[in-house]
């Protein structure tokens, strides 16, 4: 019963959780704004353009901001919309470098 419980209770949960962190953009082709509209939003916002990719149907520009700190900025193909913007912690990937390569400054 208290299997049964816990089951029922992850179930219900899911579908909530998952629509919650949903950010794909499933929009047609014909209606996505080019790659030069991207990048003319990015140069208005002060922003370095590294790459601009598509990643689950949206765009996504990897760069840096006007301060110089590396961000990753999802975009939203039909409306130009920023759905998700993030800062990257080089300090963490400096991190993760060391400990790839067997370092140990810490």
């Known amino acids: 019963m208290k299997k049964t419980l816990t089951i029922l209770g992850f179930l219900?949960?899911?579908p909530a959780s998952a629509a919650?962190?949903?950010?794909d953009?499933?929009?047609?082709?014909?209606d996505w704004h080019p790659r030069d509209?991207?990048?003319?939003?990015?140069?208005?916002?002060?922003w370095t353009v590294r790459r601009i990719k598509i990643d689950d149907g949206c765009y996504e520009i990897d760069g840096r901001d006007a301060e110089g700190r590396q961000i990753e900025v999802t975009v939203?193909?039909?409306t130009l919309q920023v759905i998700e913007f993030e800062?990257?912690?080089?300090?963490d990937d400096d991190r993760a470098r060391r400990d790839r390569a067997g370092g140990d400054d810490d």
């Open 20 to 23: 919650l962190a949903d950010d």
């Open 12 to 14: 219900a949960v899911f």
């Open 87 to 91: 800062y990257e912690d080089e300090d």
């Open 37 to 46: 509209a991207v990048a003319r939003l990015a140069e208005e916002k002060g």
């Open 25 to 30: 953009c499933f929009v047609p082709m014909a």
């Open 76 to 78: 939203h193909p039909a």
